[in-house]
């Protein structure tokens, strides 16, 4: 079992900066793919970013390359998402995301956070 607790969201103008993060549980962190989520109103969950159990592979949806930078520490149970030049059109809940593969972590999170917010003022 993994437990999720995300930290960092928030109220912020378009064109600032945020940063997530979010402390895992358990003492086999660094097996886990790590990654974030986000559901914005009326839409469905879409993967924002995710990194493997060593940081060797990462993946960005398009909407946010250039912009988010995920990363992670394994001595510290967390990983991060900074989140730069931020759009309205980023308004979403966040959640935390852990799985036993990247590849399977971007379909099928096998572990999920509570979520928190981001909102994006224009």
């Known amino acids: 079992q993994v437990q999720l607790v995300e930290s960092g969201g928030g109220l912020v103008q378009a064109g600032g900066s945020l940063r997530l993060s979010c402390a895992a549980s358990g003492r086999t962190f660094s097996s886990y793919a790590m990654g974030w989520f986000r559901q914005a109103p009326g839409k469905e969950r879409e993967v924002v970013a995710a990194?493997?159990?060593?940081?060797?592979?990462?993946y960005y949806a398009d909407s946010v390359k250039g912009r988010f930078t995920i990363s992670r520490d394994n001595a510290k149970n967390t990983v991060y998402l900074q989140m730069n030049s931020l759009k309205p059109e980023d308004t979403a809940v966040y959640y935390c995301v852990a799985g036993n593969s990247l590849v399977l972590l971007r379909s099928a999170p096998a572990y999920w956070g509570q979520g928190t917010q981001v909102t994006v003022s224009s």
């Open positions: 990194i493997s159990g060593m940081g060797a592979r990462i």
